[in-house]
């Protein structure tokens, strides 16, 4: 199916606006006009709501949050920036693994399980797209998600 990516924003916002609004942390979106790709909804909702629930999670009160997506030539590009914790360098290959925590998030009061991102790659892997991050600790992270437009796996 055919879905649009402002309308899907439109559903995962008021989710996320919730805990984020609780943290007092500000959350942006920039959308290039009407952006729309060939993919199951229900997957691509996934991704946007595990990065920007990571986002607000290991970004201390009062951070900034920004979803941008942008369409380039043969994908979407989705880029999820927070200006939280950070990532060690050691702790970035890991943190697509099952079950994987960084040793800080596990005493946090998130109580998340490690899957989050997981799930996100495999929904990646399945669409042919790539996923990489960019960050730094104390100073934020940036996710980057490609997504070919055409995706051969959804009706
Ligand atoms: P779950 O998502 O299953 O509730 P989780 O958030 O701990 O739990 P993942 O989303 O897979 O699991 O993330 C794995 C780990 O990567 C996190 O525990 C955290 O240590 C680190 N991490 C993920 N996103 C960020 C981020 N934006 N900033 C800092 N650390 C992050
Ligand atoms: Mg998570």
């Known amino acids: 199916t055919t879905i649009n990516f402002n309308r899907l924003i439109n559903e995962v916002l008021p989710i996320i606006q919730q ?7 500000s959350l942006t979106t920039d959308v290039t006009k009407d952006i729309t790709m060939h993919a ?3 997957r691509i909702k996934q991704i946007l709501i595990n990065l ?7 970004t201390p009160e009062n951070g900034d949050v920004n979803l941008s997506i942008t369409d380039e030539e043969e994908n979407v590009h989705i880029t999820v920036t927070d200006n939280g914790i950070g990532i060690d360098q050691e702790a970035i290959p ?3 693994e099952r079950f994987y925590r960084v040793d800080k998030a596990r005493s946090r009061d998130t109580g998340g399980t ?3 991102l997981a799930i996100v ?9 790539k996923i990489s991050v960019d960050s730094k600790l104390g100073e934020g992270s940036v996710f980057h998600v490609l ?3 055409y995706d051969k796996t959804s009706p």
């Open 94 to 96: 890991r943190i697509f």
């Open 121 to 129: 790659k495999h929904i990646v892997e399945v669409h042919d797209g």
């Open 40 to 42: 199951d909804g229900k």
């Open 114 to 116: 490690g899957l989050g």
């Open 19 to 25: 805990r984020a609004e609780q943290k007092g942390i």
């Open 147 to 149: 997504l070919p437009k």
């Open 52 to 58: 920007l629930t990571n986002a607000i999670s290991y």
